[in-house]
């Protein structure tokens, strides 16, 4: 029988403090709050017990930060979408940030796996003086464990309504996408990291974070198959290509630690969980 789960996960700045309250249906939760960097940024675990998706899944998360609020939200292990007969698998998230707040949405990758049908949409909404970065990575089969992507279909949907789109379709039957130069020159490994604002972007700012990701860029093994720009003055990417995850995840969190503290002026403090 096929899932349907939701979540809604809102952060609230009370006396000081961010504070997230949550409400669920079916297998999604939230983990105890930590407060890692003192009260005002409050780290987070998003937890799906099944560990993946099949088709006729469907995940609905929705989160909202209020004026003033800092969030922070990973994930313990990556999102799978498994094999399906036809139906299709859907996530689908939702992020709404308020008047000067900030929200860090940082899960882990997702996996495709051979013959599945799948659909991972991110939507920002987000009000002047509001700021988010995060990421989103994937990977195309498990080449390395004799499981490659061969047949299936994969959606990758990323917007901030009116300001930026990057919707993305993946079939494996399409070769020349999957191996051309053009396209991804056989890599199975994608990945976009974002910094996005509700408002324009002071250019130096984007100048800063601009230098801070290419020089990291250069200087990292990827440094041929990644690149950053800044397509509006609202919104700074990063987009990778990778045989495999691992070398993808740590140029990411890279950048995401410099851009921490390029941008806010924090130190790029990890979650607990990325450590275990």
Sequence with gaps: MPWHARLQLDYAFERARTVARFEHHGPLRILQSLY?????ICHNVLVHPPGGLVGGDTLEITATVGP??????????????YRSTGERALQRT????KENSRLEWLPLEALCYNACHAENHLTLNLAPGAECMGWDV??????????????GRFVQHIEL???????????????????????LAGQRGLGTLFFATGQPLERARREQALEAARN???AHALASWAGATC?????????????????????????WGAWRQTLWRLPAQMPRIWAT
């Design 36 to 40: 890692p960097e003192g009260g005002g």
């Design 68 to 81: 003033g609020a800092h969030g922070l939200v990973t994930t313990p292990g990556a999102t799978r979408f």
């Design 94 to 97: 939702r992020l709404t940030l």
């Design 138 to 151: 994937t990977a195309l089969g498990l080449p390395h464990a004799g499981q490659p992507f061969e047949t």
């Design 161 to 183: 309504p009116g300001v930026w789109l990057e919707r993305g379709v993946i079939e494996a039957a399409d070769k020349r996408l999957l191996d051309s130069p053009l396209g």
């Design 216 to 218: 990291l860029v250069q």
């Design 231 to 255: 397509p509006n003055d609202q919104v700074i990417v990063v987009r990778v290509l990778a045989p495999q995850m691992e070398p993808a995840m740590q140029l990411f969190r890279q950048i």
